[in-house]
C-alpha cells in the first residue's frame, strides 16, 4: 500500500533563505508526483507535476525533483518570501491504478519576514 | 475558464439534516474527485468518477452518495449529517492518464460544520 510522507512538518525560516520540502513515498510504481500549495482557509493550487519518466521541473522560484528508486521527491524554493507562507502538500498517482492521489499531510511554511 | 467551481462556501448543518455540496468544472475533465480535509488528517477521497454516468467509492464513502449525470457537474449528497461530516471539503477534476498530464485542479473548498 502506497504511503506518503513529508518532512518537516512545520519550518519556519527567514525570509531570503533558501528551502527544501521533503516527500516521500513507499511504492517505487508510480505514474506522477504533484506538488500542491494550500493557503490557510483556501483551496490547493497546484505547483508541479513531475511525471515518472522525469528528473525534475521547475516554476519560477519552484524545483522539483524525483527519485524514484529512492522514493523521494524535493521540492527546492529559492529566494523565500514572506508570500510562499502556506502549506505544501504532495501528492503520488500509483501506476497500477493512478486514478486516485495518495497524499502527504503537508509541510506548513512560516517565511519570516 | 472559470476551473472547478463549489458552491456554497460555508454552511452550519444540525444533525439529521441533509444537503447538496456542489460540484462544476468548465475544463471538459472526465475525471472529478470529492475529498474532505481534517485537521492533522491529510485529505480523504469520498468519491470519485472517471465519466458520466460512472461513480465509485474512495477511502472514506459511508454517510454520502454522490451522482455524475453531467461531465460538468458532480454533487456531494449527505442525507443524515453527522457531528463526524464536520469539515472542508474539496472537489477536485483532472483528465485521464495518457492523453495529458493528467494534473488535478482543485475549487476553493465548502467549510461544512454539524451541530
Known amino acids: 500500500k502506497q504511503e506518503v510522507t513529508q518532512i518537516p512538518a512545520a519550518l519556519s525560516v527567514p525570509e531570503g533563505e533558501n528551502l527544501v520540502l521533503n516527500c516521500s513515498f513507499t511504492d517505487s510504481a508510480i505514474y506522477n508526483l504533484q506538488w500542491f500549495r494550500q493557503d490557510p482557509g483556501k483551496g490547493l493550487t497546484s505547483l508541479l507535476l513531475i511525471q515518472s519518466s522525469q528528473r525534475e521541473q521547475t516554476s519560477g522560484r519552484l524545483n522539483a525533483s524525483l527519485d524514484k528508486s529512492s522514493g523521494r521527491s524535493t521540492l527546492y524554493i529559492a529566494a523565500s518570501q514572506p508570500g510562499d507562507s502556506a502549506t505544501y502538500l504532495c501528492?503520488?498517482?500509483?501506476?497500477?491504478?493512478?486514478?486516485?492521489?495518495?497524499w502527504g499531510l503537508g509541510t506548513s511554511l512560516a517565511v519570516n519576514p | 475558464n472559470a476551473g472547478v467551481t463549489q458552491t456554497p462556501k460555508f454552511r452550519i448543518l444540525k444533525i439529521g439534516q441533509s444537503m447538496t455540496l456542489q460540484c462544476t468544472q468548465d475544463?471538459?475533465?472526465?475525471?472529478m474527485y470529492w475529498y474532505r480535509q481534517d485537521p492533522g488528517m491529510g485529505l480523504k477521497l469520498i468519491y470519485y468518477s472517471v465519466g458520466a454516468g460512472i461513480t465509485d467509492k474512495g477511502e472514506v464513502p459511508n454517510g454520502y452518495n454522490v451522482s455524475r449525470s453531467t461531465t460538468e457537474d458532480f454533487p456531494l449528497r449527505l442525507e443524515l449529517a453527522a457531528p463526524s461530516q464536520t469539515s472542508v471539503y474539496f472537489c477536485a477534476s483532472s483528465t485521464p492518464s495518457g492523453g495529458f498530464l493528467n494534473e488535478q485542479f482543485f475549487g476553493p473548498g465548502t467549510r461544512l460544520t454539524v451541530l
Open positions: 475544463m471538459n475533465h472526465n475525471y
Open positions: 501528492a503520488v498517482r500509483n501506476a497500477g491504478n493512478n486514478r486516485k492521489l495518495i
